[in-house]
Structures are given as C-alpha cells and as structure tokens.
C-alpha cells in the first residue's frame, strides 16, 4: 500500500455543548426576526443537529426549522421549500441565513400565515460551541481509512463530514480533501465530495464511504 511521503490523516471527534438562549418565536414573523438576528453559530446548530439526533435513520425534515413549521404551525409547504435548503451549496452561515431569509420572506409576502402557536409550543433558538478533540486514528492509505472508517464514532463522521465545509469554507469535507491532496486520487475525491449526505442517516452514511473507499484500494499501491 501506498504511504510514501503522505501526509496521515488524523481523525478528530467533537461534542457539541448547547446553549439554550432566550429568544423564541410563536409564529413566523418571530421566527425571521430570529433567523434575521441570531448569530451564525444559532444557524448552524439548527440547520444541522438532526442529524445528530438521528444517527441511525434519515430525518423526515432536515432542519430543525421546517420540523418546527411542519409540527407546529402545520405548514407543509413552507416546510417543505425549507428543508430543501442544501447547506453544501454554501460555503459560509451567512449566505445560509440569506437563503433562509428570503424563503421566509416570500412565503410571508404571499400571505400564507398560519397565526401562533400555544404556549409551550415556540420555536426555541439555542447556539452551540463545538469542542474538538483529536483521536488516536490515523490512516496513511486507503486501507488504513477505512479500517478507521469501521472504528470511528459517528459523531466524528460528522464533524469531517459535517463541520469540515464550513471551517474549510470550501465545498469539500475532510476526507475528500485529504484523498486527492494527499493520497493523490482525484477521481475518488470527486465521487466521495459528490455524494449527498443529507440523504443518508450517519450510519448509512458511513457503510457508503466504506464500499466506496473499499473499490479503490487495489489502486492504492
């Protein structure tokens, strides 16, 4: 296997410390105005905890936002145009928030409001802090990177998967950037950067990148 002169890849893990702030919203002119407001690491957590929430089967709705307006509101369609929002179309929080916005702005325009919710019943706008923490995993080559693949937790899947395009502010993650940088397979890094992860949930997503790094480890030598 090749591993002459590659840089190895270290695999971190995170945990996500949430903060729960005071600001709500019981209908949809509250919930701009926070969307409009909140800082980006607010955005981030909501647009992105499901699926730690749900590490064993896709959620229904992608966001917690369209969860929210679907189950609360009752407004399917607007759910529907949120949970469509792709955050790997963005390279940073704010063009998300811009995106977010601006469907909230239109369906408002329209004059499709579906009033407040009881108490008890707000959307809560919490923000998060991510810890980072490096692991003993390291890979070398293909065969190394999947084993560690096979042993990482999902929660580290999701930090290189997950957090990597915003800290990066580019459109890849972690491991495609590592394989084509350094492992020196372009045509692997293109397909791994392709596929979309909101379609999988986090183990699912998992057993896809093992198959897909397992049919290239004949070329890795």
């Avoid at 293909?142 to 560690?148: N, P, T, V």
């Avoid at 990482?152 to 930090?159: D, H």
Wanted: net charge negative.
């Amino acid at each position: 296997m090749n591993n002459g002169g590659v840089s190895p890849f270290l695999f971190w893990d995170c945990v996500q410390l949430i903060e729960i702030t005071d600001r709500t919203a019981a209908d949809l002119s509250e919930l701009l105005g926070g969307v409009r407001e909140v800082p980006t690491n607010s955005i981030f957590l909501h647009m992105h905890q499901s699926f730690l929430k749900y590490h064993f089967f896709p959620p229904e709705y992608t966001n917690d936002f369209s969860e929210w307006v679907s189950l609360q509101l009752g407004d399917d369609a607007l759910a529907e145009k949120i949970s469509e929002i792709d955050p790997f179309d963005y390279v940073n929080i704010e063009d998300l928030r811009q995106r977010l916005i601006k469907i909230l702005e239109e369906h408002m325009h329209d004059g499709i409001a579906h009033g407040r919710v009881r108490p008890g019943e707000e959307f809560h706008f919490n923000q998060s802090v991510t810890i980072e923490m490096l692991t003993d995993l390291r890979a070398t080559n293909l065969r190394e990177f999947r084993e560690c693949l096979e042993k990482i937790p999902l929660t580290s899947l999701y930090y290189h998967i997950f957090e990597a395009r915003l800290r990066l502010e580019k459109k890849t993650d972690d491991f495609s950037y590592w394989i084509e940088d350094s492992v020196g397979m372009p045509e692997l890094a293109e397909k791994m950067n392709r596929m979309d992860p909101y379609m999988y949930s986090l183990e699912d997503l998992r057993e896809e990148l093992i198959k897909l790094v397992g049919s290239y480890e004949s070329r890795d030598a």
